[in-house]
């Protein structure tokens, strides 16, 4: 699966789950943060080979992403 095809399965997942969404992007690092709960509680988090971080609240609830490197992307 390339990079857009992955971000476009992102995208639908939390289009059709998630009502509200956070995002903030950190230029100087190059990290795009992506929450669904405000503030942020995240307390577990799975990486993948793409640098796509998934983070998981205490009842292993899908909280935010944290996409390393964004700008490949766009």
Known sequence: MDD???IKKILQVVSS????VWIDYD???DVLYVSFVYP????EHEMDEDG????Y?????LTGLTVIAAKRFA
């Open 4 to 6: 857009k095809e992955l």
């Open 17 to 20: 789950t998630i009502k509200k």
């Open 27 to 29: 230029d100087e690092a």
């Open 40 to 43: 942020p509680n995240a307390i």
């Open 52 to 55: 796509i971080v998934r983070n």
């Open 57 to 61: 609240d205490k009842e292993g609830k």
